[in-house]
């Protein structure tokens, strides 16, 4: 099998560099190792910055996402028994986020993919990238039981923490830089309406959570309603700091709900809601980072490159960022035969990368208790909180972060 830009993986970063790819007449094959409904039913990331909004209409992927997604104004911190929201166009000069899944956002790219695009395998392993450093890059394969090889002119490992493309990257080539977190996440979705129609990030002496949301299961038929879904039928998306290495069946649902309580109580009359829990997992938290994310005729974008903790909601947004500049650069390189754009790739993407490390890395340890935290950590913790509440330029800093850094 041949193509001009191989893909290992379709999630968000394989499926829409394969989309923008196809758009500007690029071809380029994709293999997934998982099925189809593995990879749009992979309970993940719900908060889309602006400028992935705007990436997705582009690419005439974003016609649901405008139907369905919810515009979010404003996010909620929590501390103190009190609420601070954060105004996010006031504080950006008009910029907002869009709640959507992951989930659909990727059912939208396939479903895009396998009417107009290029082939997409899905129950196809890539087994390793051979030839990084030559002109004719090779990734192996095994589909449908048989082992084959995708011969093309680029690869590129869009295949997570988890793939084998990183692995081409020579050892004295490498860098690596890394934190673990001592907490995790405990992540339920219950079959009830949001008790707050924004997120809410609660900082309490217990630990962290959040309060999200998802749209109602069983409304996503292509073209469906025509109007927007009230955030009613919503259905909550919560999260809760655990220590990590808590395996998530040792909570029981009263216990989430006993303890997502007591970490947003607040002094006035807010409420949370209780509904049935219909999914619960463990997230661990690390931020990792690959340099650089080009080796040779390899290249690396998303979770195979780089992890945020998801405090700060970054890491598919990164993963689109990365992708729109390996798409411009590829198609630079066919369209004038110049490399100039590929090699510099690596160094625009990290700029990037590295505000969204350290944005996401300021929240975690602004709203995350550690475990060996003392009094004073606690008191500054809070002061840097009162510090967002009250100073316009704090509470900007935040915003800002929040609602995305520029593409490159
Ligand atoms: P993915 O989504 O991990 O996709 C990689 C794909 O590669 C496939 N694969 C292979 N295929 C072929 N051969 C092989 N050898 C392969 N090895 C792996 C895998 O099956 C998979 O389909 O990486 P990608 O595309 O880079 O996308 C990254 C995002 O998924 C990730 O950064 C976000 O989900 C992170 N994240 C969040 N990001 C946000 O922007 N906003 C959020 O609100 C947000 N919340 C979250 C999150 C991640 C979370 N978890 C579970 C880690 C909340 C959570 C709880
Ligand atoms: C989510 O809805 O899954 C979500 C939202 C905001 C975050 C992280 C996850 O910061």
């Not at 219909?278 to 290249?299: A, I």
């Not at 650069?329 to 990290?350: F, I, M, N, R, W």
Request: aromatic content about 6%; hydrophobic content about 40%; some cysteine.
């Amino acid at each position: 099998m041949r193509t001009t830009v191989g893909i290992i993986g379709a999630g968000p970063a394989g499926l829409l560099l394969a989309r923008l790819l196809h758009r500007a007449g690029v071809d380029s094959v994709v293999l997934e190792s998982r099925d189809r409904a593995y990879v749009e039913h992979r309970q993940r990331a719900g908060i889309l910055e602006q400028g992935t909004a705007d990436v997705l209409r582009a690419a005439g992927a974003g016609e649901r996402m405008d139907r369905e997604g919810l515009r979010h104004d404003g996010i909620e911190l929590r501390f103190d028994r009190r609420r601070h929201r954060v105004d996010l166009p006031a504080l950006t000069g008009g910029r907002s986020v869009t709640v959507y899944a992951q989930t659909e956002v990727c059912k939208d790219l396939v479903a895009l993919q396998l009417k107009e695009g290029g082939p997409l395998l899905f129950g196809a392993e890539a087994l390793a990238v051979e030839g990084a450093a030559s002109d004719r890059p090779r990734i192996p394969f095994r589909y449908q039981g048989r082992e084959d090889v995708l011969e093309c002119d680029y690869a590129v490992g869009c295949d997570g923490f988890w793939g084998v493309a990183r692995q081409a990257v020579p050892a004295g080539v490498s860098r690596v830089y890394e934190r673990t977190y001592p907490y995790a996440w405990l992540g339920v979705l219950a079959d009830v309406a949001p008790s707050h129609d924004e997120l809410v990030y609660a900082r309490h002496e217990r630990g962290f959570a959040l309060l999200s949301m998802r749209p109602p299961a069983g409304r996503h038929r292509p073209g469906g309603e025509a109007a927007s879904l009230p955030v009613e039928s919503f259905v909550s998306r919560l999260y809760l700091q655990v220590p990590r290495g808590t395996e998530a069946g040792r909570w029981s649902d009263e216990e989430i709900w006993d303890e997502l309580e007591r970490r947003f109580e607040t002094d006035d009359d807010w409420h949370l809601e209780r509904g049935p829990v219909t999914r619960k997992s463990v997230t661990p938290m690390r931020s990792f980072v690959h340099e650089p994310m080009r080796h040779g005729r390899l290249l690396l974008a998303g979770d195979a490159a780089h992890i945020v903790p998801p405090t700060g909601a970054k890491g598919l947004n990164l993963a689109v960022g990365d992708v729109v500049t390996l798409a411009r650069a590829l198609v630079h390189e066919k369209e004038t035969g110049s490399a100039e754009l590929l090699d510099t790739y690596s160094a625009t993407c990290l700029r990037r990368i590295w505000q969204a490390e350290r944005f996401s890395h300021d929240m975690t340890t602004l709203l995350h208790r550690a475990p060996d935290a003392t009094a004073f950590d606690d008191r500054l913790q809070l002061a840097r909180l009162e510090r967002i509440a009250s100073s316009r330029a704090a509470g900007t800093d935040l915003a800002e972060g929040y609602t995305g850094f520029p593409l490159g």
